[in-house]
């Protein structure tokens, strides 16, 4: 299993850029690096996903780089609704992950005015 | 809503009880897995199913615990004789396994229901 680990919380305010870094130093050839966001009583819910490099989507930016021991997400201007726990996954997603899927404890993000 | 689906969204019993949880997937997702997730943690991988064959169990799914998806539809999480220890939230997330190269270069994103929130007395 590929263990990721990330910071316990980190504190923003609206407006602001954020970086969440997460260190998978064991991370497979064929693993993918997703990440989930959740808000409390709610199930996680797909922020982004990624392989190598750079991928950008309509809400956030995923950074990669060349030797894949680590992924940055990146929140542009995050707002108090940003407020939430953030997960970084590594796995093979081609195969459905099983229980290569693992969450850790995530990033408490806190966003304020 | 065409999302995943729990119910119910909150259990409470006794020790000793069984219950038991269903979860709709999102219709044409091959894919189920139900997830435990206690306070402060990150969900645990609990089962998961392609269609109606449950491919992989957790060491974390004792013989009290027990999953099925009979017509590769929906599927139920059964626990029975209840444990204090049992109390968490139960999620469950479905996914379209699009196979094969495709599969490989996108990835298959997880969906998570709202969960169903155990309380074990």
């Known amino acids: 299993l590929a263990k990721t680990t990330q910071p316990i919380s980190m504190d923003s305010y609206e407006g602001q850029e954020v970086n969440i870094t997460c260190s998978h130093n064991?991370?497979?050839?064929?693993?993918?690096i997703t990440w989930y966001q959740q808000f409390p009583s709610q199930g996680p819910r797909f922020i982004i996903q990624g392989y190598k490099t750079k991928v950008t989507n309509e809400v956030a930016s995923l950074f990669i780089p060349a030797d894949r021991k680590s992924s940055t997400l990146s929140l542009p201007r995050v707002s108090l609704s940003d407020t939430a726990v953030y997960y970084c996954?590594?796995?093979?997603?081609?195969?459905?992950?099983?229980?290569?899927?693992?969450f850790g404890t995530g990033t408490q993000l806190k966003v304020e005015l | 809503d065409t999302g995943v689906s729990q119910n119910p969204r909150h259990k409470i019993t006794k020790r000793g009880q069984n219950v038991t949880f269903r979860c709709d997937p999102i219709?044409?997702?091959?894919?189920l897995y139900w997830y435990r997730q206690t306070l402060g943690q990150g969900p645990e991988f609990l089962t998961y199913f392609q269609n109606e064959a449950q491919l992989e169990k957790s060491r974390l799914l004792s013989d009290r615990f027990s999953a099925e998806r009979p017509k590769g539809s929906f599927s139920t999480l059964e626990i029975q004789r209840t444990e204090q220890g049992d109390s968490a939230m139960y999620l469950c997330a479905s996914s379209l396994d699009r196979g094969g190269i495709a599969g490989a270069q996108r990835g298959n994103e997880q969906f998570f229901g709202p969960g169903t929130r155990l309380t074990v007395l």
């Open positions: 064991n991370i497979a050839t064929n693993d993918y």
């Open positions: 996954l590594v796995g093979d997603m081609r195969t459905g992950g099983g229980n290569k899927l693992t």
């Open positions: 219709s044409e997702h091959n894919r």
